[in-house]
């Protein structure tokens, strides 16, 4: 199970760290947000040095549909409802901002970048998809409602915003990392105040980013209760369709179309981690049934942490952490959410204001719905009974029979049948 995006890539190689070291910045994970904060740190001539446990760009980063928009979603008739007119400016100039940058360091790479329109729309609910011009009308963006689709099923219409983007994550991430500090294969196994212990040497460090796609730290910030982890799959199908565009399903159970080269890249299935849900199988139905004669290419899956508000968690790690950082929470949306991350972190460490620092603070209010349910979830799996616990927080693990693998409901950690670890936050394998 290997995306198609890490086929016929031309991938770097960086050392394993070599005994103990010092250095101003630490940055800790080796996908696109961490990548691109060395990269800024990088070009501010600020000391860093970038840490990845395996490979870079192993985890989420290669398994994303590299969708890149400030459209996330329904999203901002939410934040404007939840938290007023300003923080939804402040979200729409983050992420907007965040596009653009994008667009800027694309121009001189060659990794497939291509401006399409972007569509979220909705099978069932055409009042949400109103309500959400209007929100954006006040907000300041002036979205276009699009009637007719060219999707095979039927919809009640989609809001548009034109002009986005889509690219090759890989060879953009590769061409801009092939200068870094980076050491691969050095895996932090515990953290002492801004030291990290690492299995190569220790790290003494002034201040730490930990962009570790799930927070692994878990005495500061409280996200085993913030955050929770959900799994979303994809089929690259030949002789399909192509849709000209980007659509992605208001509900977080429909699916998600776009195109790269002579492929289409059908998402679905998804379900929160730990749980069951459609996962291939439901791609698969979808695909023998409104493209017979398509074939299957590659086939991936992705895990995506989710906020209780829908908006990223990109700062200080909590209130008593003055030199720790961290970056996490996208929603799904990882292409912009780590890009705005990797501008504001690089602000905050370098010491410089950065006007969009309070629409992402992770220290804000945790009063929430979500919160019950992140709850309700890690009480009812820590008192389940089962032989196999996952080492974060001893939570029940279930066996999933789609990716053969021990998935946690609690918080997303998943293992492979041997017990290798797959995902964090847990911080290593699963014991014998």
Not at 249 to 256: F, I, L, V, Y
Not at 384 to 407: F, I, Q, V, Y
Request: some cysteine; overall charge positive.
């Amino acid at each position: 199970m290997r995306s198609l995006w890490n086929e016929n890539v031309s991938r770097p190689n960086f050392p394993a760290l070599k005994g103990d070291t010092k250095t101003d910045v630490l940055i800790i994970g080796g996908g696109i947000a961490g990548i691109l904060t060395a990269y800024f740190l990088h070009e501010k001539g600020v000391q860093y040095i970038l840490v990845e446990k395996d490979r870079i760009c192993s985890g989420t980063t290669g398994n994303t549909t590299a969708k890149i928009t400030f459209q996330h979603g329904l999203i901002y008739n939410k934040i404007l409802r939840s938290f007023g007119l300003e923080k939804a400016q402040m979200y729409l100039q983050a992420n907007r901002a965040a596009f653009e940058k994008y667009a800027e360091l694309c121009k001189n790479i060659d990794c497939g970048y291509e401006i399409k329109s972007n569509y979220v729309y909705s099978t069932d609910n055409r009042k949400k998809l109103e309500d959400e011009i209007n929100a954006l009308s006040k907000i300041g963006y002036n979205a276009v409602f699009s009637e007719a689709l060219p999707l095979p099923i039927k919809t009640e219409g989609s809001v548009c915003f034109e002009d986005q983007a889509q690219f090759h994550p890989l060879k953009f991430l590769f061409s801009i990392a092939k200068d870094m500090i980076i050491y691969e294969h050095t895996f932090v196994q515990e953290m002492i105040g801004s030291i990290a212990v690492t299995n190569c040497g220790k790290i003494y460090a002034d201040k730490v980013i930990a962009a570790t796609h799930f927070p692994f730290i878990n005495k500061h910030g409280s996200y085993f209760l913030k955050l929770y982890q959900h799994r979303s799959y994809v089929i690259a199908l030949e002789n399909a369709q192509n849709v000209d565009g980007m659509y992605v399903d208001e509900c977080q159970t429909g699916h998600s179309f776009r195109n790269y080269e002579n492929l289409l890249l059908l998402g679905g299935g998804g379900h929160r981690t730990g749980k069951h849900g459609g996962n291939w199988n439901e791609l698969r139905s979808f695909a023998q049934k409104y493209y017979p004669n398509a074939k299957e290419k590659y086939y991936w899956a992705a895990q995506d942490c989710m906020s209780l508000d829908n908006i990223p968690y990109v700062g200080q790690y909590s209130k008593n952490t003055q030199s720790l950082y961290t970056a996490s929470g996208f929603n799904k949306w990882g292409m912009t959410g780590a890009m705005l991350s990797a501008t504001l972190l690089c602000d905050m460490v370098c010491g410089v204001h950065n006007d969009f620092e309070e629409a992402f603070n992770p220290s804000r209010s945790i009063i929430k719905p979500q919160l019950f349910v992140n709850g309700f979830e890690a009480t009812k799996n820590l008192l389940t009974p089962s032989k196999k616990r996952c080492p974060h927080l001893g939570c029940a693990l279930k066996w999933n029979p789609a990716e053969h693998s021990w998935d946690c409901a609690c918080h997303g950690s998943r293992f492979a049948a041997n017990g290798k670890l797959l995902d964090n936050p847990a911080n290593g394998n699963l014991r014998k």
